[in-house]
């Protein structure tokens, strides 16, 4: 019998290839049931909160008819059941292909952390709205007909509720607080997240420990080392000692962090401002055009060729 390190890890359909790094967002979708709709369909996430890796959304959906078979399949909150279960309950989610289907928007931390810190900012909240209608519309796109649409809070669930409601008229939607619980179709698409989260966290590779090859004139290209980093992450949330353990001893005090973090977390600043080294950015451009584009006087003799050829008198006029 082998052992466990000899066993392989779990094939999820989500992460077409385990050995790539995670370095941009991307979608994944089962392949597109043949049985006639209506249909019902459930959004959830799995990684709204932790500091390190994806957020990923998952939708699930099946024939409004199929409904009652889904209640016996064990479906619930991702977060009450067994990582076995979970893995058990996915490979369900894949093994009546007429039928049931499954979609995921995965979230690199990169992006969230882009979107956050970007002027003016891209919150939390926008990024997850927009995963889910992009995972929607997507399905809708292959050709399925939804009639319901069931939705994990977010936020004020009337103001979101209506909100989707705008998006797809025609569509019965609700969004209710644990309708991962209430809904199966929900706790569908909270499996689907949350393993494919998980599988992600539990496998990660950094693409900053990628071979590198150096290039020196008149010799073989050799490889550089890269930075290493422990796999004891812990759960991922900024309140885990474990998580914070790993986020202290892991700051480069000049580059700071491998782009598993969500630099934008707060959690994340403050270590930056406490162990880092401070930086200060001098934009010289910006002041070579103030100096180009001013006028002391506003008189012609005072300015210089450039304003006078734009007919420019002031910066502000710029």
């Not at 759960?235 to 986020?247: N, R, V």
């Not at 000049?254 to 880092?276: D, I, M, Q």
């Amino acid at each position: 019998m082998p052992s466990a390190d000899e066993i392989a890890p779990l094939a999820v359909p989500s992460i077409v290839d385990p050995s790539t790094p995670l370095v941009a967002s991307y979608t994944y979708h089962s392949p597109t049931p043949t049985a006639p709709g209506p249909y019902i369909l459930g959004v959830d996430e799995a990684g709204r909160g932790p500091v390190l890796g994806p957020m990923v959304y998952g939708v699930a959906y099946c024939p409004a008819s199929y409904k009652e078979n889904l209640e016996d399949m064990g479906f619930d909150d991702s977060k009450a059941l067994k990582p076995e279960t979970r893995a058990s309950l996915l490979e369900t989610l894949c093994s009546d292909p007429e039928h049931l289907a499954w979609s995921v928007r995965v979230l690199s931390p990169q992006a969230i952390s882009n979107g956050m810190l970007r002027r003016p900012p891209t919150n939390l909240n926008r990024q997850a709205e927009q995963a889910t209608i992009l995972l929607i519309r997507e399905v809708l796109q292959s050709g399925i007909e939804l009639s319901e649409i069931y939705v994990d809070a977010l936020g004020n669930t009337e103001t979101y509720q209506a909100q989707l409601s705008r998006q797809f008229p025609g569509i019965s939607i609700t969004v209710k607080a644990k309708a991962d619980s209430l809904f199966k179709v929900v706790g569908a698409a909270s499996v689907a997240a949350k393993v494919t989260r998980d599988a992600w966290i539990e496998g990660w590779k950094f693409e900053e420990q990628q071979p590198q090859l150096l290039a020196t004139p008149g010799a073989n290209s050799s490889t550089i080392s890269s930075p290493t980093w422990s796999a004891e992450l812990g759960s991922g949330y900024p309140s885990d000692p474990k998580t914070k353990a790993w986020i202290s001893k892991s700051l480069e005090p000049t580059f700071g962090f491998p782009s598993l973090v969500r630099f934008s977390w707060t959690t994340v600043k403050n270590e930056l401002e406490k162990s880092a080294h401070a930086v200060k950015w001098t934009d010289e451009g910006q002041e070579s055009l103030v100096k180009a584009f001013s006028s002391a006087t506003g008189h012609d003799k005072d300015r210089c060729a450039v304003t006078k050829d734009l007919c420019i008198s002031s910066v502000g006029s710029l």
